[in-house]
């Protein structure tokens, strides 16, 4: 009986602690994502197709000491970085850019899929003036 009772104090000290530390927030969920090289397929700005205006049609979603993007050279802005990351309103998640190249700045909505044919993680996401499907590269 005192063994029950030892085990029973155990559960109910390291259950709730082994659950903080094994569950992870929503926002950590999609920032681990979201994180890596992407390919952009499409990209619309305003509604119109903006691919022909990159030099390069990759993103960098990076996280060394703190989330860093790197955007493209387009026709009208020099390459870029700025800074990214996942906020929740009203119980949805969202990525946030900020960056010198103000066409993508914005709160992004995310819908992330999988491209059976392809093997590849993808992604739409969509600012009030910018579309984007993109592919993660593997690791």
Same mark, same amino acid.
């Given at each position: 009986?005192? $063994?029950?009772?030892?085990?029973?104090?155990?559960?109910?000290?390291?259950?709730?602690?082994?659950?903080?530390?094994?569950? $992870?927030?929503?926002?950590?969920?999609?920032?681990?994502?979201?994180?890596?090289?992407?390919?952009?397929?499409?990209?619309?700005?305003?509604? $119109?197709?903006?691919?022909?205006?990159?030099?390069?049609?990759?993103?960098?979603?990076?996280?060394?000491?703190?989330?860093?993007?790197?955007?493209?050279?387009?026709?009208?802005?020099?390459?870029?970085?700025?800074?990214?990351?996942?906020?929740?309103?009203?119980?949805?998640?969202?990525?946030?850019?900020?960056? $010198?190249?103000?066409?993508?700045?914005?709160?992004?909505?995310?819908?992330?899929?999988?491209?059976?044919?392809?093997?590849?993680?993808?992604?739409?996401?969509?600012?009030?003036?910018?579309?984007?499907?993109?592919?993660?590269?593997?690791?």
């Amino acid at each position: 009986m005192r $063994k029950n009772k030892k085990q029973l104090l155990f559960l109910h000290l390291i259950f709730p602690i082994l659950l903080m530390v094994g569950c $992870k927030s929503s926002e950590d969920y999609y920032f681990d994502k979201i994180k890596g090289t992407w390919e952009i397929n499409e990209i619309y700005y305003n509604q $119109k197709p903006y691919n022909d205006s990159l030099s390069l049609n990759v993103l960098f979603f990076e996280d060394e000491k703190f989330p860093v993007l790197t955007i493209p050279k387009t026709s009208e802005f020099e390459r870029t970085t700025g800074i990214w990351g996942i906020e929740t309103i009203d119980n949805v998640q969202y990525l946030r850019i900020e960056t $010198k190249n103000h066409r993508f700045n914005g709160l992004y909505r995310m819908n992330f899929f999988d491209n059976k044919k392809r093997g590849l993680l993808g992604v739409d996401l969509e600012s009030d003036s910018m579309k984007i499907k993109a592919y993660k590269f593997p690791r």
